[in-house]
Structures are given as structure tokens and as C-alpha cells.
């Protein structure tokens, strides 16, 4: 469900026209609705009632500012991969006790960070890195509540390049070795490891590989405090996915059925970490087709966003609907269609033979749920500038990152002293 929908013949982000956005910003734009954040916020979370659970956004998923503060005015906190991440929490108003720091690489400056400003946990996820975070820890007098994220080598049954939780991935610790890292841990001065975290994967369109994951979690707790560690958080990850197509992942009742089910004995605080379903179905992407072009065999639309804007469909072979922003009549015909952008390279391609009404140079179209790993996977490859984002409440928008200019583009960039003329 959400506030993408055709009014008076206009495809409306809420109660305000895309098209009006569009004659004001230009295109393309990424557009976000308020009420599409809420709601599946508040649905996640009522899906999770009784549970001791504190829900920390994916900030990978949309790290814009706005889009972090309605989700951390409505109670949400943060889960963050890089300092950067940390810093954009933080200054979108999250409170540092409720936000998480997960991620394979974390370097001493960013456990640096993350000791001197106080978050909840750092989510160690090797052996070298827990020396790291300890001796950076005793340096600053400072014991830092863990979690150790474990592989539990469980099979998500995702797209390969965004499994996680298999033995061959490069997160975690392997599940095996896990008890024997808790027990070092346990021995040093600068962290105290109170929590287990896991995470498998991404989209993901089944619950049985949660329920494995989570009843492996369950035996190590156990496992745990049987050899004397006090474990009182789990760490669940995130993953639930969201339809794309016509792929029905399970609702966040049977997957916080799964959690009372496995979990929900053991007398723990819960931390959830969802990125796409909160904020996937919540945005589009807006583009204006700049060609129609009649090829040897087929009809290409050429659009004015590109893979740098949304580079999902090129990387993951992802699924994203198209809609004409002017709904077109009851009964149009359709014809198969190859959307595509302007960029040099053919998986510069959003959509091959799509059944599409017939769309003109001039036409805006919609790429649907692009909230989650739009935005924030863009670049400016080509020398695009990045698009900007577009927050809507009601009939009201703002524009919450401006595109920027050509001068803002080339301002890191300098000529080294040979290349710069002679000035005598
Ligand atoms: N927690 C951890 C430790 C993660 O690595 C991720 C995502 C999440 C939470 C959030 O997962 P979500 O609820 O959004 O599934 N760029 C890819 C997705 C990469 C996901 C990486 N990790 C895509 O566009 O599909």
C-alpha cells in the first residue's frame, strides 16, 4: 500500500500532482511520501506489539536527512555501516542510544566515532576488528556494549549479490566459531558483549530461512549463558522484501510470528534493522522521456534518468513498474517497449519488452518503489549531476537535496601545478 496513486487523471505523490513537482524541480527526481513512511513504519511496528523491540532504520536504504527524521520522529533509530552513516543519523536527530553500528570493515576511526559518541552497540563482525574496538575502547577508559554478528550459514534464497548469511559470504563470524569469540570477548576490558546479531540477506520472499536463522540464534543464546555470558539483545538484521513484480513476501505478522515464535522466550531487547520496507514502496523515481525511437526490432523510450540515478535494474537485474504520470485512458492499448537512459553503455536499461501505454517525447513516467537503494546507490557517472529528492505531507513538498550545480560538481577537483599554465 502506498500514496502513489491516480487522481483526476495525474499520478499524485499524496494530494500533490508529480507533474507540478516536476515543472518546478525538473527531472528527474527522486519523490518520497510522508504518509507511505508512516505508514509501513507504524505497520512493522504494531506487527511487533508485546515484543521488547526497538526498530532502527537502514540508513543504506535512503540515507536522506528528511527521510531519517520522519522515521526517527516516529521512534525509529538507525542501523549504520560507515562514519558517514553515523554522522547523518546523528544529525537527523536519532538519539545515540538507539542506534547500531553493523559492517564488515569498520576502521579505527569509525570505532573511534562510534566510542565518542555513544551509541548503543557496535556489531563486531571479526576477530581482528574486536581487538581493534577493545584497544580503542581501554584507550578512552570505556567498556563498549557488543554484539557479535554471527553467519549462521542459513541460505536466503535471494539474488546472489545480496545474500549474506552463508558461510562462503564475508559477514560475519562463522557460526561454529561464534561461542569461542564471545568467550574472548568476554576476557577484555573494552567491550562487553551483551548481544548476538545476525543478518542473511536482502528481499528476501520466504520466512523459512528466518526461522532457521533465528532458531540457530536461539541455541546459542542458550549456548551463551550456559557458559556465563550475560547475552540481553538480539540483533535480527533486516531483509523482509517487498513486491517489486509479482513477488508476495510474507506480511510483518508472520514475520514477527516467526520472532515470538523462535525468540520471543528469552527475556531479550530486540533490534530490528529494516532498510527497503520501510522506505522501498514509499518512493519513485520521476524521469521524462526525451526520444521514442523505432529500432531494427524494437521500440526504444529513451529517458532522461539513467543507470547513475537507479542503478538496480543494471546491477541485480531488479524489477521496477513504470507508470505514466498521465493515466492513460480505460482500455489504451498496450505495446512492448524498451525503456531506457541516455548513458553509453547498453545495461543503461530499466526495462526490456515491457507492455507499456504508448509513451512520447515529452511524457513523464514513474518508476515504482524506489525509496530503498535509489537515491542512495546514485552517482554522477557520465558527469550527471545526482537527482534530487523530493519529501511530500499532504498537499506540501520540499525539495530535501537540491540537484547540484555544474560548479558544485567540478568544486573537489583541482589542476596539479604542471598542468596549469606558466604564469611566470
Ligand atoms: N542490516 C544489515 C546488516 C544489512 O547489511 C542490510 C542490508 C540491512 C540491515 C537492511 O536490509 P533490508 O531490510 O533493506 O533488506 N542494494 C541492494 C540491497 C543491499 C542490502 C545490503 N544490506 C538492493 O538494491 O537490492
Not at 269 to 280: D, F, N, Q, S
Not at 373 to 388: C, I, K
Request: charged residues 25%.
Amino acid at each position: 500500500m502506498n500514496h502513489f496513486q491516480y487522481h483526476r487523471g495525474q499520478l499524485c505523490a499524496e494530494d500533490v500532482p508529480l507533474a507540478r513537482i516536476a515543472e518546478q524541480v525538473g527531472t528527474p527526481f527522486y519523490c518520497y511520501s510522508t504518509a507511505t513512511l508512516t505508514r509501513h513504519y507504524t505497520v512493522f511496528r504494531d506487527a511487533l506489539a508485546g515484543l521488547d523491540a526497538t526498530i532502527c532504520f537502514a540508513v543504506k536504504a535512503n540515507a536522506n536527512l528528511a527521510v531519517i527524521r520522519t522515521l526517527s520522529s516516529l521512534g525509529a533509530g538507525a542501523d549504520v555501516v560507515s562514519g558517514g552513516e553515523l554522522r547523518r543519523a546523528l544529525a537527523a536527530g536519532v538519539a545515540p542510544e538507539k542506534i547500531v553500528f553493523s559492517g564488515v570493515g569498520k576502521t579505527r576511526a569509525e570505532l573511534d566515532l562510534a566510542l565518542d559518541t555513544g551509541i548503543l552497540q557496535v556489531n563486531v563482525e571479526s576477530e581482528p576488528e574486536l581487538t581493534a574496538l577493545d584497544e580503542a575502547a581501554r584507550e578512552r577508559g570505556r567498556r563498549m556494549e557488543i554484539g557479535v554478528r554471527v553467519n549462521p550459514d542459513v541460505d536466503a534464497n535471494t539474488h546472489a549479490k545480496i545474500t549474506t548469511g552463508r558461510k562462503e559470504n564475508k559477514f560475519g563470524i562463522e557460526w561454529t566459531r561464534a561461542r569461542e569469540v564471545f568467550r574472548r570477548a568476554k576476557q577484555m576490558a573494552g567491550v562487553e558483549p551483551v548481544a548476538v546479531a545476525v543478518h542473511i540477506g536482502s528481499q528476501l520472499t520466504e520466512l523459512q530461512p528466518f526461522q532457521d536463522a533465528f532458531t540457530r540464534v536461539r541455541d546459542l543464546v542458550l549456548m551463551l549463558r550456559a557458559d556465563g555470558i550475560d547475552i540481553r539483545r538480539i540483533d535480527l538484521g533486516g531483509g523482509l522484501g517487498v513486491p517489486y513484480d509479482d513477488e508476495e513476501p510474507p506480511s510483518p505478522e508472520a514475520y514477527a510470528a516467526i520472532i515470538r515464535e523462535t525468540l520471543g522466550d528469552l527475556g531479550c531487547r530486540l533490534i530490528l534493522e529494516p532498510g527497503r520496507l520501510l522506505v522501498g514502496n514509499a518512493g519513485v523515481l520521476v524521469s521524462r522521456i526525451v526520444y521514442v525511437k523505432e529500432g531494427a526490432t524494437r521500440t526504444f523510450a529513451i529517458c532522461d534518468a539513467a543507470m547513475n540515478d537507479l542503478v538496480r535494474p543494471a546491477m541485480y537485474d531488479a524489477h521496477h513498474d513504470i507508470r505514466p504520470v498521465r493515466e492513460p485512458a480505460a482500455g489504451t492499448p498496450l505495446r512492448a517497449m524498451d525503456v531506457v537512459g541516455p548513458i553509453c553503455e547498453s545495461g543503461d536499461t530499466f526495462a526490456k519488452q515491457r507492455a507499456l501505454p504508448p509513451l512520447e517525447a515529452g511524457d513523464l513516467i514513474a518508476f515504482a518503489t524506489a525509496g530503498a537503494y535509489g537515491a542512495a546507490m546514485s552517482s554522477q557517472y557520465n558527469s550527471r549531476p545526482l537527482v534530487p529528492e523530493v519529501l511530500v505531507a499532504g498537499d506540501r513538498f520540499s525539495v530535501v537535496r537540491a540537484r547540484p550545480s555544474f560548479e558544485d560538481m567540478l568544486a573537489l577537483e583541482s589542476l596539479p601545478e604542471w598542468l596549469t599554465p606558466d604564469r611566470g
